[in-house]
């Protein structure tokens, strides 16, 4: 017969086994690749992927870009708008 606290510590030190376990496997795999190599990494994937999307959606992209143009040119182009019409009268 297992007594509770026998049971309970033989759980207790089947659980901190697995985590000592995951440490390490964790302290290897930082020691092959840093954190920040890691970061620098995926911040590639990011991009190749951003590129990707670009390519496939070159019409949307140059509309978004010929609409923030515009947008920053509102201004001079109303303006522009404005005296050609006052020319006419």
Same mark, same amino acid.
């Given at each position: 017969?297992?007594?509770?606290?026998?049971?309970?510590?033989?759980?207790?030190n089947a659980?901190?086994?697995?985590?000592?376990?995951?440490? %390490?496997? /964790?302290?290897?795999? +930082?020691?092959?690749?840093? &954190?920040?190599?890691?970061?620098?990494?995926?911040?590639? =994937?990011?991009?190749?992927?951003?590129?990707?999307?670009?390519?496939?959606?070159?019409?949307?992209?140059?509309?978004?870009?010929? %609409?923030? /143009?515009?947008?920053? +040119?509102?201004?001079?182009? &109303?303006?522009?708008?404005?005296?050609?019409?006052?020319? =006419?009268?």
């Amino acid at each position: 017969m297992v007594l509770p606290l026998e049971q309970a510590k033989a759980e207790r030190n089947a659980a901190y086994a697995a985590f000592q376990n995951q440490l %390490a496997q /964790v302290q290897e795999d +930082l020691a092959m690749r840093s &954190i920040g190599g890691r970061i620098a990494d995926r911040a590639g =994937e990011a991009m190749a992927e951003a590129a990707e999307v670009a390519n496939e959606n070159k019409g949307v992209i140059a509309g978004t870009i010929g %609409a923030i /143009v515009l947008w920053f +040119l509102r201004g001079p182009i &109303i303006n522009l708008v404005a005296s050609l019409w006052s020319d =006419e009268d």
